[in-house]
């Protein structure tokens, strides 16, 4: 089978006996060594969780704008729903701009980046709340 690859020499082959074409490594990270792969994964882990708050996100919104109905204030609901759908589309976004940052510094042995996401994330949500409860009361 062609999943079963030997690394040399920043190529990858396939087992001799095999198909013997010979791709050029792919490297999107060219500088560093790679680090320990439980580092990795775990920065990846991360990055799928982020991931999941973004889906969150953005199906609360979609959710709240369809069926938030006659509780809410049409305006209110609007507002909210955009409010959640912008706040998912930058999560998705930060996110993998903080997955590549934190994999390079693991590479070149730097301290990782603050994710800064995670305050804003907060913000939004106390948001959403407090306007939630004070329409739901009203």
Known sequence: PSFLLVRSEGS???LPGRNEQVMPRWRPFRTGEDPDPRFTLAN??????????????VASGVGLEAFGGDILNPTVRS?????????????????FVHWISAERALRTERSLPVPLMAPVVGIVLVICATVLVVEVVN
Do not use: Q
Request: charged share 10%; glycine share 8%.
């Open 79 to 95: 507002g909210l729903a955009a409010l959640l759908l912008v706040g998912g589309a930058l999560i998705a976004i930060t996110s």
């Open 44 to 57: 990846e882990r991360t990055y799928l969780a982020w991931i999941r708050t973004a889906t969150a996100f």
């Open 12 to 14: 990858v082959r396939s």
